[in-house]
């Protein structure tokens, strides 16, 4: 592709990220210190978020064995059009929350730090209401009452939930937080699972959702502190624009990431496909969480370097955890791809083999998901969401009308069609967006061909392994198969460059920097 920055001046991704480690080895413990630090409460986020997802497939695999495919798709519609109004409503002013209390907390502005805080409390009270309000009005008009009464009252919790974490998180970290909530995720589905073998049927997974979110709301309030200033300040300007910004984000973001599929399928198809597709989305989601979870954890630190004025430093080091990101994503993609048809069917039992397939063709969202969600971030710390709104937008209109001329004909496998092809747009505009800011971001490409090509022989052999061996121990020797593939590789050779490898070694807490040399190999593990 040519390059028409002045002089032409090409730049070598590995040379580039070298000069910067070097330059910056003097004053790199200040510096270190808070990237690890900020990492380490990105795994406590991650732990929150991915931990509890892997548990709620577990507990989707007992409704699925207990109850049938019909029974489980009415539980994911349920949980969908809650989750549908706790992101619009109730995410969408945490996101804000956290964003701008940082940027205060940076800037050092006390007055409108606390202003902040004391909206988005009342924001969040507002939420909950209208959130509890719609969902108490599908238990009216709709079957399973129980169900709604409840995933009503539990929306109403966790508003209020998060608007004391949102104080936590803008003092301290995402670490105190998370903590807490992997606690109260996993009480949650222990209580769900037990309800489902005991006959509560959906209604007892809900009502551990309930429990578990009053329980967690009792603990952020005990450690939050409480707000300072006048109860009705006066509200600070970029609190309305943000949050309009993340709405309208979300908004299109439902429509291209978050299973607006699931509209179309409930028009056109049965609750027993729409359990199909829940599942394949509910797999591919528990892995896009991590890096997701991982990028959502930087967001306070992003948006203070750039209240503080150090929007160089957050430059510098998005360059090397694009190449690293992209890298890890053909991995995780390869291992999906491969594993996940046999594992489903071995889980859920034959009926549910067309989840399996599902799976295995939406694996390619992982390819280009958590770059999308690096940059979203990368973007949101500086409060200019312009450009991820107008991405998600054109990805929304390849979304819909795919999704409008296939599903009818294709059932799952259009709605997979239309999902993948939105957020591959939608990945790919944001990414021309941040280019045009950081003309100088190159990519390793002969690195990034040569981790595609190792990738596809480890599926290639994955593959012939199923075909000879059945069950789970087929299964198993697949796993075993790939993994050494890809570990040797990323032992001897490594994922990335030495450079980048430095990069994420330094950024590691020091307990977890030996681990980086089965990914960046021996150049990665260099002093």
């Not at 028409?4 to 080895?25: G, N, Q």
């Not at 430093?313 to 890298?327: F, G, M, Q, Y």
């Not at 790919?428 to 690195?447: E, I, N």
């Amino acid at each position: 592709m040519a390059d028409d920055s002045p002089d032409d001046d090409r730049i070598d991704p590995r040379v580039e990220a070298e000069d910067l480690i070097e330059s910056r080895r003097g004053d790199e413990s200040a510096e270190m210190v808070g990237r690890a630090g900020t990492l380490v409460a990105g795994f406590w986020n991650t732990a929150q978020m991915v931990v509890p997802t892997f548990g709620t497939l577990i507990v989707s695999i007992i409704i699925g064995r207990f109850l049938g495919p019909s029974e489980l798709g009415e539980q994911s519609w349920i949980a969908y059009i809650e989750g549908l109004l706790v992101a619009l409503i109730i995410q969408t002013l945490v996101r804000t929350g956290i964003q701008t209390m940082s940027t205060a907390r940076g800037a050092g502005d006390v007055t409108t730090y606390d202003a902040l805080s004391r909206w988005i409390m009342w924001g969040q009270i507002a939420g909950g209401t209208v959130s509890a309000l719609v969902l108490f009005l599908f238990g009216v008009f709709t079957d399973n009452s129980a169900s709604w009464f409840l995933v009503s009252a539990t929306s109403a919790a966790n508003a209020i939930g998060w608007a004391y974490s949102v104080r936590i998180i803008s003092e301290k970290g995402w670490a105190p937080v998370a903590k807490r909530r992997l606690i109260t995720q996993l009480l949650a589905q222990g209580i769900a699972a037990a309800a489902v073998v005991a006959g509560l049927g959906i209604a007892g997974v809900f009502a551990a959702n309930l429990i578990a979110a009053v329980v967690l709301w009792v603990m952020v309030w005990r450690m939050s502190d409480p707000a300072r200033g006048p109860y009705f300040p006066r509200v600070p300007r970029q609190l309305w624009r943000l949050w309009g910004m993340y709405l309208a984000t979300e908004l299109l973001n439902q429509v291209v990431a978050r299973r607006i599929e699931f509209l179309f399928l409930g028009a056109l198809s049965t609750r027993s496909e729409l359990a199909m597709y829940s599942i394949s989305f509910a797999v591919i989601s528990s892995v896009t969480t991590i890096p997701d979870s991982m990028v959502t954890a930087f967001l306070p630190s992003l948006a203070g370097r750039a209240g503080a004025g150090q929007g160089s430093v957050v430059d510098d080091h998005l360059l090397p955890a694009i190449r690293v990101t992209l890298t890890l994503s053909v991995a995780l993609t390869a291992g999906l791809a491969v594993l996940s048809p046999r594992l489903i069917t071995m889980l859920y039992g034959e009926d549910f083999a067309l989840a399996g397939q599902l799976t295995a063709y939406m694996s390619l969202l992982v390819l280009f998901v958590p770059l999308f969600d690096l940059l979203d971030t990368y973007w949101g710390g500086y409060g200019r969401l312009g450009f991820p709104l107008i991405a998600v937008a054109i990805g929304g209109v390849v979304d819909l009308v795919l999704a409008f001329l296939l599903i009818g004909r294709y059932g799952a496998v259009g709605a997979v069609i239309a999902n993948v092809s939105g957020q591959f747009v939608a990945a790919l505009v944001l990414l021309g967006f941040t280019y045009r800011r950081l003309r100088h971001m190159r990519l390793d490409w002969p690195r990034y061909l040569l981790v595609i090509v190792v990738c596809l022989i480890a599926a290639g052999l994955g593959w012939w392994v199923l075909s000879l061996i059945p069950g789970l121990l087929g299964w198993l020797a697949c796993f075993a198969t790939m993994l050494v593939v890809l570990l040797g590789f990323g032992t001897l050779i490594g994922f990335t460059s030495r450079a980048d490898g430095l990069w994420l070694r330094d950024s590691m807490p020091g307990k977890l920097q030996p681990f980086v040399r089965f990914y960046a190999g021996p150049i990665g593990s260099t002093d």
